[in-house]
Structure formats: C-alpha cells, structure tokens
C-alpha cells in the first residue's frame, strides 16, 4: 500500500512496518507532510523487501510479539548504509527482557536507532487532534532527522538523548494504566487516582533507573505524559483492561474483546520477573500482576496496597 500526498513538503521514503492502529496513524501522519510512505503488514500483498527498498527511515509500529519475526524478516534484505530505524513499540521481549530498540540495535549495528513515544493515543491522532512526541537517540542527527520527518502543525516532535528512558516511560506506564483503569472501574475517586499515579510514577522512575535510564526523562513526554493520557483515558487498551476486570470479567474475555493490542498485560509479567530477580521494589505493579494472574480481587489489590508499611515520601522513587 503506498500513501501519497500531492504537495510534499520534505521528500523522504518511509516504509513503516505494522498496519495497527498506531502504523496506521503514523503513516497518514507521514504522508500529510508529504513523504511517500509504504505501509507493510504481515497482511500485506506487497513485499517487504519492495515496501523497504530506498527507504531513509523503516519504521516499526508493530506489537511486541512481532518485533522479533520482523527483524528477522529484514535482516537477509539489503538496506541502504545510512537508512534509520525508528521503533515506536511499548513492550518488553519476554525472551531476553529486552526492549525493541535493543534488539533492533543488536540485530543492525551500524545503523541509528531511533525510539518514538509519548501521549499518542492513535484515535485522537487520526481525528486529527494535536499532540506531541519524542524521538530519542544516542545519534543525536538521526533524531532530528526523524524530527523533521514528522513534525506537524498536529503533531509536535521533541528530540532526546536518552532513548532507554524514552522507551521504559511508553513501556511501563502501561502497566500503571491497567491499576488507573482498575481504579476507576471500582469507582475510588480521584483522589485515589492521583496517589496511584503519582506513586506508579515513582515506581517507574524507580525500574528505569536500576536500569540505566536518566530519572529527568521521566517527567517528560514519554513519561508522566503518557502516563497521564493512558491512565486518564478510556481510549487506551490498557485502562480498558483493568476497567473491565473491576467490573468483574475475566482476563481472557476482556482480550478477546479489546480492538488491537494491550502490551502492558506481557509487560506485567516480564516486569515482575526482573524485578524479583533484582530486588526492585514495585507494589503497584505486583498488584497489578496478581489481578492478571486472577491470584486476586481488584479490591484485594487495594487494601494490599493500603495495607502496606508507613514510609518517608521524599526520595521514595531510590526504594
Ligand atoms: N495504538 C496506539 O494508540 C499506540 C500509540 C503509541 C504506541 N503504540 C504501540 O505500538 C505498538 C502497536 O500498537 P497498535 O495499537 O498498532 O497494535 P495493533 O494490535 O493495532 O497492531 C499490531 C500490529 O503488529 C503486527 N504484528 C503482530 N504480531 C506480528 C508478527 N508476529 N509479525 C508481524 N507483524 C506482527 C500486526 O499485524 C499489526 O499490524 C504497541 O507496542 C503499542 O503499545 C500504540
Ligand atoms: O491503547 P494503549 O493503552 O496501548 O495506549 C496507547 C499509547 O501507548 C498511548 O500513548
């Protein structure tokens, strides 16, 4: 599929890979600022390789379950020297635990990776409504490549340099999103809502910190930005996950019927486990995983966070 636009403001060849939700949004998102834009999916009647052959920037919007099968899917393609690769999945690989940039790195070492997050809820995007986004990269001309690819009057890009950071904040919150909405299925109020964020917040800052990310990153965009659309809004999978399992459905159920992909369920799991294995304390995503794992009511997962020990605020996100 190729989207055109008959004024091209900066020509560049994008292929994007993953035909979701947000592949989608960003193509259209490519292809108003004039670029020409292939879009694959496994779907897809073209080729991978024709979708990617010239392209400046591969972009990959597929779910976490794809990111390997894709990689590997280009790896015996030619691309060009200096193509970028832009990774805007929100998932940890329950495999290795890595992130997507890392195996997008690992698998093409000479080329720039670029990691794109923020509060995007794709639907807003496609309505047409402003927002804004990061681009990070330790290639700091890569990423303002990308950010002047796709900046907009409707869609603001910030560059960042810390694209660890950039992409644990998109990754994690999805995890606090699923108690948000499990908070507001059980109707706790707002005061409830703003301590659960605040606190999985600062246990956010606390996981990417252990593992390598700048703590400032996490008051940005990707951070509490996101954290705050997706926590704050019905459009996001991952509310709606913990919003229908208050309500008392069931996981499966709640799945089965969702529109596209919930990627803070597999986080949770691979969350938990490196955080055993690290000693990393993280009370609201624990939770969050025993309501997955249906070891526990939603309102069992509130009294045992309320139940919890007394401790100082300031500086809590170091323990
Ligand atoms: N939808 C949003 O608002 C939004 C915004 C920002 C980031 N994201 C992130 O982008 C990613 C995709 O989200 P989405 O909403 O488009 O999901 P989606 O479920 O709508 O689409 C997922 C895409 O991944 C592809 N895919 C899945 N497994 C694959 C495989 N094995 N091989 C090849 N392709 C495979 C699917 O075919 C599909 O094109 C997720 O990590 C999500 O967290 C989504
Ligand atoms: O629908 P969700 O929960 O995957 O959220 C979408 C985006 O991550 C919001 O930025």
Redesign the pocket.
């Known amino acids: 599929m190729t989207i055109q636009n008959p004024k091209p403001k900066i020509e560049a060849t994008i292929a994007i890979l993953?035909?979701?939700?947000?592949?989608t949004?960003l193509a259209n998102l490519a292809a108003a600022n004039g670029h020409q834009v292939g879009l694959w999916?496994?779907?897809s009647s073209e080729s991978l390789a024709d979708v990617i052959a010239g392209a400046d920037i591969i972009l990959s919007?597929?779910?976490?379950?794809?990111v390997r099968?894709?990689v590997e899917l280009i790896k015996p393609l030619a691309l060009s020297s200096d193509t970028i690769i832009v990774t805007?999945?929100?998932?940890l690989d329950p495999s290795t635990t890595c992130t997507p940039a890392q195996i997008w790195q690992a698998a093409f070492p000479s080329h720039p990776v670029v990691v794109l997050?923020g509060p995007?809820?794709?639907?807003e995007i496609e309505q047409g409504l402003p927002a804004a986004t990061v681009v990070a990269s330790t290639d700091a001309e890569a990423a303002k490549v990308v950010q002047a690819r796709l900046n907009s009057t409707r869609f603001r890009v910030y560059t960042n340099s810390d694209p660890l950071g950039v992409e644990l904040g998109?990754t994690l919150k999805?995890v606090i999103a699923i108690s948000a909405g499990t908070c507001d299925g059980l109707q706790l109020g707002t005061n409830a809502k703003a301590a659960l964020v605040t606190r999985g917040l600062a246990e956010i800052i606390r996981i990417g910190t252990h593992w390598g990310a700048k703590t400032d990153t996490f008051y940005g965009l990707s951070g509490l930005g996101d954290l705050l659309a997706t926590c704050n809004s019905p459009l996001s999978?991952n509310y709606q996950v913990g919003y229908q399992l208050a309500q008392g459905k069931q996981l499966p159920e709640v799945l089965a019927a969702l529109q596209?992909?919930a990627?803070g369920v597999n986080t949770t799991q691979v969350l938990i486990q490196l955080a055993n294995q690290q000693g990393i304390s993280v009370p609201i995503s624990y939770q969050v995983y025993r309501l997955l794992q249906g070891e526990v009511t939603p309102q069992a997962a509130v009294d045992a966070l309320m139940l919890r020990d007394v401790k100082p605020e300031i500086g809590s996100w170091r323990y």
Do not use: F
Request: proline share 3%; glycine share 22%.
């Open positions: 993953g035909a979701g939700a947000w592949g949004a999916s496994r779907e919007a597929v779910s976490m379950k794809g099968p894709v805007a999945t929100k998932g997050a995007n809820l794709s639907k998109g999805n999978r596209g992909t990627e």
